[in-house]
Structure formats: C-alpha cells, structure tokens
Nanobody
Framework: QVQLVESGGGLVQAGGSLTLSCAAS????????MGWFRQSPGKEREFVAS????????YYADSVKGRFTVSRDNAKNTVTLQMNSLKPEDTAGYYC?????????????????WGQGTQVTVSS
C-alpha cells in the first residue's frame, strides 16, 4: 500500500505563488497516475490536476488551467503542484491521490489512496 504526505501549503496574497509537494512511499510510485484535488468547507472535493505514470500526460480543471502545473519525479517518488497567479477562490485544503491505473483522470472514483491534505489560503 502506498502512503502519501503533502507539504508546502500556507498563506499567500492574491497573485502570489505556492508549490505543493507530495511524497509517496510503499507501492511502486511509477506504476500509477497521480492527482491533486481540493476541498473547501461545505463543498465537495473537486479535481485540480492529474499526471500519468510517466509524466507525459497531464490534465487540468478549467479553473486552474494556465496557472497551475503538475509534475512528477519518479526517481524521488514525488509529485509537485506549482500554483501561480493564485486567487482567493483557490483557498482550500489540497490533497494528493494515487490512481488505480496509469492514466490521467479527473474522476475522484479513479483514486484509491489519499494524503492527509495541506491548507492553502489566498488573501485578497
């Protein structure tokens, strides 16, 4: 079983940047896709970005396209979410997740292991 630990959250002003990292241990990291999701109080968890096992394919929610970049380093068992031009509406708990397969997916049902989350707060 894989374990995931996120880091890098914090408080930032609108227009600023943050980099989130997710460290994986356990199951062979390069054998599955990875995703990032976020959740605000009272709202459902929503898809942010996904990256395939090789890193060659990525997929983004429309709300973050052009501002966020997902990448992975299979040698270091890490996946990173670079967030630029942050907006107050990006405020949420951010969670990385390991996929059930190697392909990118926006569906929460395609992920079966979750980290504990890291909080991102964007002030206006």
């Amino acid at each position: 079983q894989v374990q995931l630990v996120e880091s890098g959250g914090g408080l930032v002003q609108a227009g600023g940047s943050l980099t989130l990292s997710c460290a994986a241990s356990g199951r062979t990291f390069s054998s599955y896709a990875m995703g990032w999701f976020r959740q605000s109080p009272g709202k459902e968890r929503e898809f942010v970005a996904s990256i395939s096992w090789s890193g060659r394919s990525t997929y983004y929610a429309d709300s973050v396209k052009g501002r966020f970049t997902v990448s992975r380093d299979n040698a270091k068992n890490t996946v990173t979410l670079q967030m630029n031009s942050l907006k107050p509406e990006d405020t949420a708990g951010y969670y990385c997740a390991a996929g059930r397969s190697t392909a990118v997916s926006w569906s929460i049902m395609d992920y079966n292991v979750w980290g504990q989350g890291t909080q991102v707060t964007v002030s206006s």
